[in-house]
Nanobody, 129 residues
């Protein structure tokens, strides 16, 4: 089993920054990929950014490229999402997801959310003036 706990969400003005953290714990820590996903009200969950633990390859949703950066600290089993230049359309609940055994590309694993085996409970990010 694996537990994921997200933190770092909150209310921020447009143009502001936040850093989300996701800490993994449990008996199954040999996962292949981890990433951030978000779900806005009335919309489906979408992959924002994912990173492979095998080779460090990453994926970013087009709308966040150049503004968001994913990073990981393997020693702490923690992944981060630095979000800069936030926009109102970034408002959503952000979830951390883990793919135990990456059988496809990091992009596919992030876009097709069904590849994720474990999910955190999410942290709310609200971008508003």
């Amino acid at each position: 089993q694996l537990q994921l706990v997200e933190s770092g969400g909150g209310l921020v003005q447009p143009g502001g920054s936040l850093r989300l953290s996701c800490a993994a714990s449990g008996s199954t820590l040999n996962y292949d990929a981890i990433g951030w996903f978000r779900q806005a009200p009335g919309k489906e969950r979408e992959g924002v950014s994912c990173i492979s633990r095998r080779d460090g390859s990453t994926y970013y949703l087009n709308s966040v490229k150049g503004r968001f950066t994913i990073s990981r600290d393997n020693a702490k089993n923690t992944v981060y999402l630095q979000m800069n230049s936030l926009k109102p359309e970034d408002t959503a609940v952000y979830y951390c997801g883990v793919d135990i055994s990456l059988i496809t590309t990091i992009q596919a694993a992030c876009v097709i959310t069904g590849f994720m085996d474990y999910w955190g409970k999410g942290t709310l990010v609200t971008v508003s003036s």
